[in-house]
Every structure is written in C-alpha cells, then in structure tokens.
Nanobody, 122 residues
Framework: QVQLVESGGGLVQAGGSLRLSCAAS????????MGWFRQAPGKEREFVAA????????YYADSVKGRFTTSRDNAKNTVYLQMNSLKPEDTAVYYC???????????????WGQGTQVTVSS
C-alpha cells in the first residue's frame, strides 16, 4: 500500500505561481510513475503531468506545457508540481497519483492522494 498526501494548494491571482508537493509513504514505490491530475467543478478529472521515479522522464498535458514543471526528490519520497503563469482555468482540485508505468497511469491509477484545492482568481 502506498499513501499519498498533497499539500501546497491555495488561492493565487492570475499570473502567479504555486508549488504542490506530494509525499509518499508505505511500501517502496521506486518503480512507480507519479502523476498529477486535476478536476474542476462540473468537469471530469484530467491528466496534468507525470514523472518516472527512476528515469526522470516527464509528461505534460498540452494545456500546461511550458507553464508547469514536475520534479521529484527521491531521498524525500516527494514529487512536486511547480505551476507558473497560472490562469483562472487552472482552478481545480489537484490530485497526486501513482501507477506502475505511464500507460497504466493514464487509464487505471493504483493510488490516489486526497487532493488539494487550487484557486486562481482573475
């Protein structure tokens, strides 16, 4: 079992920045790909970004490319999502997720965090 706990959400003005953190605990999760998803009110949950734990390969949704960066600190078992140039349409609950590989992450996440609210005001 892997437990994921997000933090770092909040209220920010458009154009501002936030950094989300996802701390993982439990069984070893070094083989896992770590991802970020978000869900806005009335919308389906959507993929945002992902990073392989060992190789450092990253993936991004087109809507956040060039503005968001995901990284990881293996020693701290923590994954980050740096969000810059935030827009009101980035407002959502952001979830951390883990899966054995990237294709699986996109269709069947093994572990979810509880989510953290990000609100971007115009």
């Amino acid at each position: 079992q892997v437990q994921l706990v997000e933090s770092g959400g909040g209220l920010v003005q458009a154009g501002g920045s936030l950094r989300l953190s996802c701390a993982a605990s439990g069984r070893t999760f070094s083989p896992y790909v770590m991802g970020w998803f978000r869900q806005a009110p009335g919308k389906e949950r959507e993929f945002v970004a992902a990073i392989t734990w060992g190789g450092g390969t990253t993936y991004y949704a087109d809507s956040v490319k060039g503005r968001f960066t995901t990284s990881r600190d293996n020693a701290k078992n923590t994954v980050y999502l740096q969000m810059n140039s935030l827009k009101p349409e980035d407002t959502a609950v952001y979830y951390c997720a883990a899966a054995p590989n990237y294709p699986r992450l996109r269709v069947a996440v093994d572990y979810w965090g509880q989510g953290t609210q990000v609100t971007v005001s115009s």
